[in-house]
């Protein structure tokens, strides 16, 4: 955990403060007990005092006078119990009395009490305890605290003894006091040691433990604040890359139009065409990832599933990289188990979107006359399920372990400099991962830098056993979100002119270029066109003469009323054909959610913009029978 110097400082000061608070408390708890045992020891000098002072009230012939119970009679025997009376009251003591010993027993002769539970010479003699004991052979004691004689709980006693005039010890003096403002004392004072040293140990962990979190949390702070501005610096890169990435076939697309239009030579104005188309295929690349890309950030990029050849998806791949293979004079190997079933049911236009993003990232980093391999293997083939391993190795540059680290984030490519000498968004390998797990399959890299790269990725994948399965699981996949990477507005086809005579088609279209293609493209089939210019329009056409269509292409996004409106009112209408014509989605709102809201808004199908001829074509074959 990072802390920084602020923090630090706080850190040390507070557990320099708490050190000295810890040892203030340790001291205060000392000094209180010393207080406590101060004020005991005061209270057992006193009492001693008490209990020496109390061998001269009586002298040694007043108490050899008093030995038998009817000695109580006597007027001494009321003399002395005055003036133990007065003792007490005196000095503030609960008892005060005198003891000595008969047989080895303690015999009680006189105390103060003037009730009828006082201790008298008729009182039967009891075993001698320690302390008094000690008073007995010659020596003041006081009792310890709580430490009590049997029959007198909640006491604290001094013992003297009594001497007679040759110093022999006849008889002990007792005086007692309540020990329970002494034991209150001593417990507040305990409790009040306990209580600070706690409360002090309280104070010091929580400070302690508020300074770490807050520590934590200003790493996390400072942590979530690096990342964040790597996250900005990387996306202010990618920002850049981008703007490159589409200015350049921009700037070819604008330059070629205008070199072909000031030429006056037919093969110059192909050429600057052939141009123009190959600029507006990787315009449309770049744009393509950046749409993925946002589908990523937002969690809704999703497979379509559809019954697929895996050979063909696999020649169409070699195909795309075939010509930058043999423009860079590399060779291509490509190495396919057999025992992989020909149908299987997934997506297979994502599938070939990753592994032509794997072999363009092998020709790109792979200089003249290197190598590149292709290897795909079954690794398991259970029941209806295949598991695939696909390796796109190559002899390029190579990648470091640091670079490795970063490959697979968002909007990151190996190092900084990587888009300026190659080129590329930088995004093809985080939407490859991305589409690979969904596939419940993982991508890793093995490379060592200098010495190439291996990518290598599995995917899990349904078999498509027959081909009546085949043809079912087609009918019933959802439509690819993307469009195919053949896009053109040409048309790439066997189809011919004049094949749908017959046929009229309304177009909605809000953009008059547009108009301009989509009327191009559909004449040249033989369609016979009519174009409307927002979604009110379609809607009155359609209306005025619901017969005199075949087939209505419908923008979604136009001005006034939007295609999803219009095709709700069209299908709303009294007459029959509302609901029976087909209405196609024709727009560039291509992910998934854009098309289920096409269909539910009552469209029978959609093609993505920009254009694709084939998309057209099996679009009319499908709903246009002479």
Not at 391 to 409: H, M, P, V, Y
Request: glycine residues 6%; contains cysteine.
């Amino acid at each position: 955990m990072k802390i920084n110097q602020s923090s630090r400082i706080v850190l040390i000061l507070f557990f320099l403060s708490s050190v000295i608070v810890l040892a203030l408390c340790v001291y205060t708890s000392f000094m209180m007990g010393t207080i406590s045992a101060y004020i005991y020891d005061d209270i057992e000098g006193r009492l001693l005092a008490l209990s020496r002072y109390a061998t001269k009230i009586i002298t040694a012939e007043e108490l050899a006078m008093l030995q038998n119970p009817e000695d109580m009679e006597t007027t001494l025997f009321l003399d002395v119990k005055r003036r133990l009376v007065d003792f007490s009251i005196e000095n503030k003591v609960l008892f005060v009395y005198y003891m000595r010993d008969v047989n080895g027993m303690a015999q009680f002769i006189i105390d103060n009490d003037l009730t009828d539970g006082s201790v008298n010479l008729a009182s039967e003699p009891i075993p001698w305890e320690e302390i008094p004991l000690k008073a007995l052979y010659g020596k003041a004691s006081v009792t310890p605290l709580e430490s009590y004689s049997e029959g007198y709980e909640g006491l604290i006693s001094a013992f003297a003894p009594v001497l007679d005039s040759q110093g022999n010890v006849i008889a002990l003096s007792g005086v007692d006091i309540d020990d329970h403002q002494v034991l209150t004392v001593r417990n507040t004072i305990n409790t009040l040691s306990l209580f600070l040293f706690i409360s002090v140990i309280s104070v010091v962990v929580s400070g302690f433990l508020n300074v770490y979190l807050h520590s934590k949390m200003d790493a996390a702070r400072i942590e979530a604040l690096e990342r964040a501005v790597q996250a900005s610096r990387a996306k202010g890169d990618f920002l850049s890359n981008m703007s490159h990435e589409m200015r350049t076939p921009m700037n070819a697309i604008i330059g070629m139009t205008a070199i072909g239009k000031a030429s006056n030579n037919i093969e110059r104005k192909d050429y600057c065409l052939n141009r123009i188309e190959e600029a507006s295929t990787h315009l449309l690349g770049v744009i393509n990832d950046i749409l993925d890309m946002s589908k990523i950030e937002a969690g809704k990029l999703e497979l379509s599933l559809a019954v697929f050849s895996f050979s063909k998806m696999i020649q169409k791949v070699i195909t795309i990289n075939d010509f930058r293979i043999q423009e860079k004079k590399l060779s291509f190997i490509l190495d396919l188990d057999k025992n992989i079933p020909d149908l299987l049911i997934g997506d297979d236009q994502r599938l070939s979107q990753v592994i032509t993003n794997l072999l363009s990232n092998a020709v790109k980093f792979t200089p003249e006359g290197g190598e590149i391999r292709l290897s795909v293997l079954i690794q398991s083939l259970v029941g209806e399920f295949c598991t695939l391993c696909v390796t796109i190795k190559d002899s390029g540059i190579g990648i470091t372990k640091e670079q490795q680290a970063r490959l697979f984030l968002s909007f990151e490519q190996a190092e900084s400099g990587t888009a300026r000498k190659y080129g590329g968004t930088g995004l093809g390998l985080v939407i490859s991962k991305r589409i690979i797990e969904l596939m419940n399959g993982r991508i890793w890299v093995e490379s060592e830098f200098g010495k190439g790269a291996a990518f290598t990725f599995n995917i899990h994948l349904r078999v498509a056993a027959t081909a009546g399965e085949s043809s079912g699981s087609a009918q019933n996949a959802e439509p690819h979100a993307q469009p195919k990477s053949d896009l053109n507005t040409g048309g790439g086809s066997e189809e011919r002119k004049d094949i749908f005579s017959g046929f009229r088609v309304l177009v909605a279209e809000d953009i008059e270029i547009n108009r301009e293609i989509v009327i191009s493209l559909f004449e040249s089939i033989g369609l016979e066109v009519e174009c409307a210019v927002n979604g009110a329009n379609a809607l009155q056409m359609f209306t005025e003469s619901p017969d005199k269509y075949d087939i209505i292409f419908m923008d979604v996004q136009m001005p006034e009323m939007d295609g999803y409106e219009a095709t709700q009112k069209i299908r709303a209408l009294s007459d029959p054909r509302a609901k029976n014509i087909p209405i196609i989605a024709m727009t560039a709102n291509v992910f998934r959610e854009d098309i289920k809201m096409c269909l539910n808004a009552g469209m029978n199908g959609h093609v993505g913009k920009p254009l694709n001829m084939q998309d057209i074509l099996d679009k009319l074959r499908t709903y246009l029978k002479k």
